[in-house]
């Protein structure tokens, strides 16, 4: 019987979460982070990992490749008169493990509140319960694994000849941020850095490594750091020689400096203050306790605005799907579509200057008696400061192009106080004093626009976004 592989060569591969990480659970609320039936802890499925580097093979080369490496069904044709087509299984050339956290007791878990927007009116959605005559929110909660934390995955890679230099352009790309790992893509989840790739290779043709092999699963990663076969390869000229011909893959990427004018208040779930002074209310914070817009809060603000602007100029709504993404529709049997933008948390101003906030006391008003409501005096702290916000619009030849276009136009109006972020737009919280944005796109020509000083650079490419803007404006 004749060997299906000579060689094997095993990635041990650490890699650390630099934004949060979602992979949800096929049981229970799908807000949750899927945890190890045993264990109880936050891990990342072998089937997830797979999925993210097939779903690289299928975009980079051409399209029976994934299927050499990860196995399919290749079709042959039989030579008898009717030509039927035979399907035969061929087996994969590459294993995952599953992804475990490293000090999995230590994870900081991160629950965010989200609501869905009405388009209409730009405020909280509400949907009619089914066979009733109620009115549901669309409020709901997810959870995420918070940036920072480190995960380890092994992959094994059989008959790895030219395979080998293809798996390390997919890490590349991972360390240049063009792939991201589980869910909320669009709001910035997924995106990890590779710290360090242990490689050694196995020859099945030589004895001695043949007895290495079957020894290998018994090994700890205290012995594997000891011998000296394995090697780092993030450290080998091949690596970096691929490592500098990788560029970041997006359209345009945008750059907002600005700061909060006044005060803003994107509610979290939970005050973990629990001092005397604790107030009823605080802007959300991340994992490591900094004040945050999250990444679906803007989105939510922003792509609000852009539906306005859209439906007003008569564009259609596709291009609207085109650019957030499209939920599957059950109902009408409907597909679901991937997004091509994509937002980041963003960081409201020094963590000790808001920590050090005053509460803001408030009262409600009776409207029947114009009187404070019994029992109605309530707190809230909010944050300000500075910040960056971060967009980037991924590389798509028929959409991209106008999507930044109608994204210029929405931040114009926040800019202009017309679109706030977050709670209190009544009393005046969520306003964003934009000072400076700075668009790259993927040639790293740049365009900037000076509210502060009103001046634009680089007009070209808001001509090439506007003029693409037009044409779908006169479809």
């Not at 934390?149 to 360390?175: H, P, S």
């Not at 590389?395 to 017309?418: F, H, I, P, S, T």
Request: hydrophobic letters at 35%.
């Amino acid at each position: 019987m004749k060997a299906q592989y000579n060689q094997v060569g095993k990635y041990i591969i650490t890699a650390k979460c630099e934004t949060p990480l979602h992979i949800g659970s096929a049981v229970g609320d799908k807000s949750e982070v899927l945890t190890h039936p045993v264990e109880n802890v936050p891990f990342i499925q072998a089937t997830s990992l797979a999925g993210v580097f097939r779903d690289y093979y299928q975009c980079t080369y051409e399209e029976s490749h994934p299927e050499k490496i990860f196995g399919g069904s290749q079709k042959n044709q039989q030579e008898d008169q009717q030509k039927e087509q035979q399907e035969e299984l061929t087996g994969s050339k590459i294993r995952f493990s599953d992804g475990a956290f490293l000090k999995p007791k230590e994870l900081v878990m991160e629950l965010r509140p989200r609501v869905k927007i009405n388009s209409q009116t730009g405020t909280v959605a509400a949907e009619k319960v089914e066979g009733t005559d109620q009115q549901s929110g669309q409020k709901f909660e997810i959870e995420y694994v918070a940036a920072g934390a480190k995960f380890q995955f092994t992959v094994y890679l059989y008959d790895n000849g030219e395979e080998d230099r293809n798996f390390k352009m997919c890490l590349a790309n991972i360390w240049q941020s063009n792939i991201q790992f589980g869910g909320q893509k669009s709001n910035g989840c997924g995106y990890i850095s590779i710290e360090k790739v242990l490689y050694k290779k196995f020859d099945l043709t030589k004895e001695e490594d043949r007895n290495k092999w079957f020894q290998e699963d018994c090994l700890e990663y205290k012995d594997i750091l000891e011998d000296n076969e394995y090697k780092d390869i993030l450290k080998g000229d091949e690596y970096k020689a691929i490592q500098a011909k990788i560029s970041k893959n997006f359209s345009y990427d945008i750059k907002i400096t600005a700061k909060t004018d006044g005060e803003l208040l994107v509610k979290g779930i939970a005050v973990t203050d629990l001092s005397d002074n604790a107030p009823d209310a605080m802007n959300i914070q991340n994992g490591a306790g900094e004040y945050i817009i999250p990444a679906s809060s803007l989105k939510g603000a922003i792509r609000n605005r852009m539906e306005m602007i859209a439906a007003y100029k008569g564009i259609e709504k596709k291009i609207i799907d085109s650019i957030f993404g499209k939920a599957p529709n059950l109902r009408k049997d409907e597909e679901g579509t991937k997004g091509i933008i994509s937002f980041h948390d963003t960081v409201i101003g020094k963590q000790e200057d808001n920590d050090n906030a005053a509460n803001r006391i408030r009262i409600q008003i009776d409207k029947f008696t114009g009187g404070v409501k019994n029992s109605a005096l309530f707190n809230e702290r909010y944050a300000s400061g500075d910040l960056t916000m971060n967009i980037r619009i991924n590389q798509n030849k028929e959409y991209a192009d106008a999507a930044c276009g109608l994204l210029v136009l929405a931040l114009r109006d926040m800019a202009n106080g017309q679109v706030t972020v977050g709670s209190g737009y009544s009393i005046g919280k969520g306003f964003i004093d934009i000072k400076e944005i700075q668009i790259t796109d993927k040639d790293h020509k740049i365009c900037t626009i000076s509210f502060a000083n009103k001046k634009i650079e680089g007009e070209d490419i808001l001509n090439t976004c506007f003029n693409a803007l037009k044409e779908e404006i006169k479809k």
